[in-house]
């Protein structure tokens, strides 16, 4: 076995690298195709959720394999490799083997527990076994990865850790307050209609939203849902369908939404959502539905200009704390690379004691303008930061509550600037989920895990070295055979009685000579590194190697006769 995965998840690397690097369905069936197509690997398959994207293969040569996988990483998903290569990780036979199996079990999700990552695993299955890119080693492994998961949910308290990330997101919503006191009587409406977006529609559904409008771009997959959603409700919910274009429409009377979508650009624009909750903000939340100039046009910009603000040519709030360290740094965030140098042009022209107001070190802030206006060069523009809301931003209502679970995003991150509106993202979830308690279980499960591992590697070794004892046995039998036919020609007149008690003895006794070894073989073959001995049987009995590989692919194939299920997620 020579699995290796290299990835980036939420723990390797920012959630605006993991936006820029989402690859849609064709973008992953292609990466398979060239995965197989390169020297190294003769397997693989791709698991891609809103929080990771790992590449699986069975490889031949380790280096080569990590080079060759990084790469083909790196031009499907659109992200520079020597950018990408920081975030990346590398697991390798057993320690791949154990990252899986931690994955299914929610033990790296973001929201530690959640069950969701046992159907992408299972999806991830069936695409690599459609486009045939899946063979014996990665079918079992998968396969074994979703009962090792269900294992852990039925065993221990490992969903009393977490939650789905839909729950998670809707008590970020509720402000960490019961979701059903928070939801009861709300209009929701819900953007897509793939497993998670029905997944939230379901949730709110049990929260007690009084109407789930659900948006799609293929309609009929809208009403399907909507008339599942009306099924199994309690009588008290309405639920209906409307085209994508209706949504704009939808949000001006809805209280929250709820969007995922595999949509490579921007689903609700800041304009969008402002028009949205105009007229329903009370005044003294602000401005009603003002969008700041530069976060409008779908733009994550947020260089807003507030009322305080009358220096001209400046494009940021300068009602933020000053400078930009820590919380100053989100006077710019979501700023291009040309607002940045606006914004330096203004630092060298303002009058001498408005500079020194907004930065108290000029050089040092000059420095941080120009390390700011390279990144946002690279980047586009820099990424929102979520930082602490002030006390008077938390005061003010929210009339729109959005959960954006979409990756890369469907909502403008700017909206969050917008008055009456609450935004929750894959950001904020994963800064959300870092202060996640922990369920004393989670112990259990990695002892699971690592129980399951060692039993997997154990077996897949154990496996290996099979053919060869087949072959050994093949060859006995052979020579056996021979000496019977031998033995015919030299005596002709030995009656069949005879004639088979002798074959009967020559059997007993290769199988008597063959026996120990061949137990003792398979069983060392199951220990770390039991793998030579399967090379030590064919150089002692001196085995032919295609016979050995001949042995090998009948075994398979007869595998997948014998079990309906093998090959299927």
Sequence with gaps: MSLLVVGLSHRSAP???????????????????????????????????????????????????????STLLAQHSGVGLEELTPYLYVHYEDRAVHHLFSVACGLDSMVVGEGQILGQIKDALARSQELHTAGKLLNDLFQQALRVGKRAHSETGIDRAGQSLVTFGLEQLAAHGPVDAWAAGKRAVVIGAGSMSSLAAATLARAGVAEVVVANRTLERAERLAEILGDSGDGGLRARAVPMDAVAEELTRADVAVSCTGATGLVLTADAVAAAVEGRVPAAAGRTGEVPPQARNGSADQGARTATVADEGCPVDLSAPRGFSVEGEAAVAGMDAAALEQHAAWMDNAPAERREEQAPDPRAEAEAIAALATAARVAGRLPERRVPASSAAAARPAVLALLDLAMPRDIDAAVHRIPGVRLVDIESLAEASADAPMANDVE????????????????????????????????????????????????????????????????????????APTVRVKQLASEPGGAGYADALRTLFDLDPQTVAAVSRADHMNNENDDPNRGRA
């Excluded at 020579?479 to 020559?506: F, N, S």
């Design 15 to 69: 959630v605006s690298v993991l936006e820029r690097a989402a690859l849609s369905a064709d973008a992953q069936a292609k990466l398979l195709q060239d995965t197989l197509a390169a020297e190294p690997a003769a397997e693989a398959a791709v698991l891609a959720t809103c929080n990771r994207i790992e590449l699986y293969a069975d490889v031949d040569k380790f280096h080569a394999g990590v080079a060759e996988l």
């Design 444 to 515: 259990q499960v990695r002892g699971i895990v690592s129980d399951e591992v060692a039993a997997f590697g154990a077996a897949q070794r154990a496996a290996h070295i099979t053919p060869t004892v087949v072959a050994l046995r093949t060859m006995a039998a052979d020579v056996v055979a021979g000496e019977m036919a031998r033995l015919e020609g030299r005596l002709p007149g030995l009656e069949d009685k005879q004639r088979a008690e002798i074959t009967q003895t020559v059997r007993r006794v290769v199988d008597k000579l063959l026996h």
